[in-house]
Nanobody, 130 residues
Framework: QVQLVESGGGLVQPGGSLRLSCAVS????????IGWFRQAPGKEREGVSC??????????YDADSVKGRFSISRDIEKNSVYLQMNNLKPEDTGVYYC?????????????????????WGQGTQVTVSS
């Protein structure tokens, strides 16, 4: 059974940091691209940061809105993917989801070009507010 479970969300002040975790199980995620997506109230879901499979070199892509502030990484041994978020802003508030898919282009995955990823987690809430 495929599972992606996010954790690490919470309430943080502007300028603060959070580290989100996505634990994956039920499939050999070394061959999958993993992405972090978010959805703010009243807005469409958008890609944040994505990483290609280990087989494809673990290339990364970050949305312009988070470039230089967020960083995605993966730990193959722990079957986990992380999103380090620094210098958080109120506009980063939303539900953050991790997703997995067998695609071939990390930018397309993150810009949500084409079908949505096959597998999704349940999401974790991030609120940036003073």
């Amino acid at each position: 059974q495929v599972q992606l479970v996010e954790s690490g969300g919470g309430l943080v002040q502007p300028g603060g940091s959070l580290r989100l975790s996505c634990a994956v199980s039920g499939f050999n995620y070394e061959y999958y691209y993993i992405g972090w997506f978010r959805q703010a109230p009243g807005k469409e879901r958008e890609g944040v940061s994505c990483i290609s499979s280990k087989r494809d070199g673990s290339g990364k892509y970050d949305a312009d809105s988070v470039k230089g502030r967020f960083s995605i990484s993966r730990d193959i041994e722990k079957n986990s993917v992380y999103l380090q978020m620094n210098n958080l802003k109120p506009e980063d508030t939303g539900v953050y989801y991790c997703a997995a898919d067998r695609v071939t282009d990390v930018r397309s995955m993150c810009e949500m070009i084409g079908p949505e990823p096959d597998y999704w987690g349940q999401g974790t809430q991030v609120t940036v507010s003073s």
